[in-house]
């Protein structure tokens, strides 16, 4: 299983972003958004209201924009987009609506454009034994498979599936939390059962907190397009 150092790297090897229409659905800070920017690629980041507040906050790359909605409902024209990323958003799309969001993304791209799904994977001993603190996704994640999949049924095809991982540090996961969790009270007791956890696996490994690194362990999945 190979290991990256970050979506951009995953992305880097596995697709050709300039002068690409590309849009980036559920962007968060929108750092994906500004690094293809900076690529020569014209990025649309989509995402609610309170987090596109977040990513406008920093300057911007290059040829970029930021549009609110959501998967199900994308607020593009048919046929406009080159490549659509969704990079550990899908499985956050209401289970009852991952139909609708597979069919908005057969809608939005173009022929022989491509649909690019990282989605994080559940093992134990890996990232998920803290990140499920938050919230456990596994069976949001195991749905959100399955209707990756289920585009081959409405016409993209399977370019790429494969496992991979990034590693995490506990800071890393405090940075997380700050991000998504904005009850301090809540955010307090998060890290408290977090750092309680990472230091017994720490201590299994015979390292520091501070230089153990979880495996965030991932499923990528690139799906095209045809001509139907």
């Known amino acids: 299983m190979k290991n990256y150092l970050s979506n951009n790297e995953v992305l880097s090897e596995h697709l050709h972003f300039t002068g690409k ?5 559920g962007c968060g800070n929108g750092d994906i958004v500004r690094w293809l920017a900076a690529r020569c690629a014209h990025v649309t980041g989509l995402d609610s209201l309170e987090m596109l507040e977040k990513a406008r906050s920093n300057p911007p790359a290059g040829a ?12 593009f024209a048919d046929k406009s987009a080159d ?27 173009r022929q022989g454009g ?21 919230e456990d996704e596994s069976e949001l994640i195991r749905k959100a498979h399955a209707a990756i999949v289920s585009l081959s049924i409405l016409g993209l095809t399977v370019e790429r599936e494969e496992h991979f991982y990034m590693e995490r540090s506990f800071e890393d996961y405090v940075r997380l939390i700050g991000f998504f969790v904005a009850d301090a009270a809540r ?7 977090a750092r309680e956890t990472t230091e017994r696996f720490s201590a299994a490994a015979g390292q520091d907190i501070a230089a153990f690194r979880y495996r965030s362990l991932c499923r990528l999945n690139i799906m095209v397009r045809g001509a139907s």
Do not use: K, N, W
């Not at 970029?64 to 607020?75: C, D, S």
């Open 64 to 75: 970029e924009e930021y549009v609110a909605g959501e998967a199900q409902r994308l607020p």
């Open 21 to 25: 229409e590309v849009i980036d659905v």
């Open 187 to 193: 955010r307090e007791i998060i890290l408290a059962r």
């Open 114 to 134: 491509r649909a690019v799904f990282v989605e994080p994977v559940y093992r134990p001993g890996a990232y998920c034994e803290i990140t499920r603190l938050v």
């Open 83 to 109: 490549i659509l990323l969704y990079l550990a958003s899908f499985h956050h799309v209401p289970p009852a609506a991952m139909a609708d969001a597979a069919g908005e993304c057969r809608r939005v791209l």
